[in-house]
């Protein structure tokens, strides 16, 4: 065996005569943490409000032509793609509360950018450096709350990562009815800035200190969290400390969870979520509903209920079960839309031009076409919620050893991204190729293939420390 063995198999933080620890301040922690979540919710989201103001603008004042808007709401995930390689290299050398203490910085500054911008180019700009916070903080935010919960809650804060972006959506929709967009910036520059104060109170992760060789250090920060000094050893210098080599590929240790944690990410955006929520206005538009900006609140306001739930009972259903019943409801609900796009494709004379609420003098067919939009999309985003949304964040933070966690999860984000990227700039052109009940059938044959990739791949890990899931992939 191997010292790098040896370190992965010693439990860093194990609870006296295995009771639960009982802090409750790992909670404050993860709240901390989980700020940096919210801001690149309010990112992601900033563009469903905005681009349509953008483009409804008449000269002098600032204007999006149709290219620009789509590279608007697309720019945010390339640099969020860089944002996960440069997390990758910042998680383990600056550690994980400096780096999410770095990335409110990019934060503020892309929002302030685009709160002056003059012309496109300073919008992209703006947007370009929120995306690259967002990579950041998409990465380090699962790491830094995995590594301080214990086992009995780690589903829970885990999941709360998902939950506050989803949040973060949510308040940029609601606060775009009542913001203009330059307004609308400003307000995306609070979440990151009261992040920073609060993440200064914070500590850094025991495990990292651990592996700095700070054992005082790491004994403050377990008193602090859990409530009281645990019963764990310092672990040997390791492999964390040679950083990571080719060879270590063959590891079964490392090249599973390798695989598993880039198809979850590349799964869930095959989903179709991002080009969902980036165009949730757009897609409602389309599917002849007056009001669309009340359509994607309440798409919001949903997705926050189910990620809530999933939260409450990730620690007792476990990852694996909502994984795949996450995705049988995907299926069914994207093959659903799919099929309103093909019944309403005719023409006027088969649309369905309905409010939320639809009148009662609407025909009974058309009525029932438009809930059968309403209900589709609504069931996509109440699936997603409960497993796929949620739950790719936290294996990622839980699969991959420790001398290897920086790089593996920077390649997962780097993936996640770049898949969001291209879902998101290529989704109207795909519709406009394959219509739009046909893209939607193909994000659900994607959905059938996650499901049977979970089933076949995916491991619980409910209950088990981080050292007994690497020796699951190990072997032993």
């Known amino acids: 065996m191997t010292p790098g063995d040896q370190e992965e198999t010693q439990p860093l933080l194990r609870p006296p005569g295995g009771s639960a620890p009982r802090g409750r301040r790992v909670f404050l ?189 790491a004994v403050a920060a377990m008193q602090f969290l859990w409530g009281s000094e645990q019963g764990w050893e310092e672990p040997p210098v390791g492999a964390e400390h040679e950083g990571f080599h080719l060879a270590q590929l063959r590891r079964p240790g490392v090249y599973k969870p390798f695989i598993i944690g880039i198809s979850l990410m590349a799964f869930q955006q095959l989903s179709g979520i991002n080009a969902v929520m980036f165009y949730a206005e757009t897609i409602f538009e389309e599917a002849k509903f007056k009001d669309s900006s009340l359509a994607s609140v309440i798409v919001g306001i949903i997705q926050v209920l189910f990620t809530a739930i999933a939260a409450l009972v990730m620690d007792r259903a476990g990852r694996r079960l909502l994984l795949a019943l996450s995705g049988v409801v995907m299926v069914f609900s994207t093959s659903a839309f799919g099929a309103y796009f093909k019944l309403t494709q005719g023409g006027p004379s088969n649309s369905s031009h309905v409010d939320l609420l639809a009148p009662v003098s609407m025909e009974p067919a058309s009525v029932g076409l438009a809930w059968l939009a309403v209900g589709s999309m609504c069931l996509f985003i109440a699936g997603f919620a409960m497993g796929w949304g949620p739950i790719p964040w936290l294996l990622m933070s839980e699969i991959f050893p420790l001398h290897v966690k920086g790089l593996a999860t920077g390649v997962c984000v780097l993936t996640n991204w770049f898949m969001a990227f291209l879902v998101t700039k290529e989704f109207s052109s795909l519709m406009e190729v394959l219509r739009p009940y046909g893209a939607f059938w193909l994000a659900a044959a994607f959905c059938i293939f996650s499901v049977l990739f979970t089933l076949a791949c995916v491991p619980e890990t409910k209950g088990k420390t981080l050292e007994q899931i690497t020796a699951h992939f190990e072997g032993r």
């Open 29 to 217: 922690a993860a709240f901390a943490a989980a700020l940096g979540p919210l801001s690149f919710g309010f990112a992601l989201g900033y563009s469903s409000p905005a681009i349509p103001s953008l483009r409804r603008a008449a000269p002098p004042a600032l204007r999006l032509d149709d290219a620009a808007a789509s590279w608007f709401g697309a720019i945010v995930t390339l640099g969020a793609a860089a944002g996960g390689v440069l997390g990758g290299w910042l998680v383990d050398r600056a550690g994980r509360k400096l780096s999410l203490l770095l990335c409110a910085v990019p934060f503020v500054a892309g929002f302030t950018v685009i709160t002056a911008a003059q012309n496109v180019w300073m919008l992209l700009g703006g947007r370009l450096l929120t995306g690259l916070a967002c990579g950041i903080a998409s990465l380090v935010a699962p790491v830094y709350i995995s590594e301080i919960a214990y086992p009995e809650v780690r589903g829970l804060l885990g999941s709360c990562v998902q939950l506050m972006v989803v949040i973060g959506i949510l308040l940029a929709y609601l606060a775009g009815w009542v913001l203009k967009w330059r307004w609308l910036a400003v307000l995306g520059c609070v979440p990151p800035s009261f992040m920073l104060l609060l993440m200064c109170c914070m500590p850094e992760t025991p495990r990292y200190l651990l592996t700095q060789h700070k054992r005082q250090e």
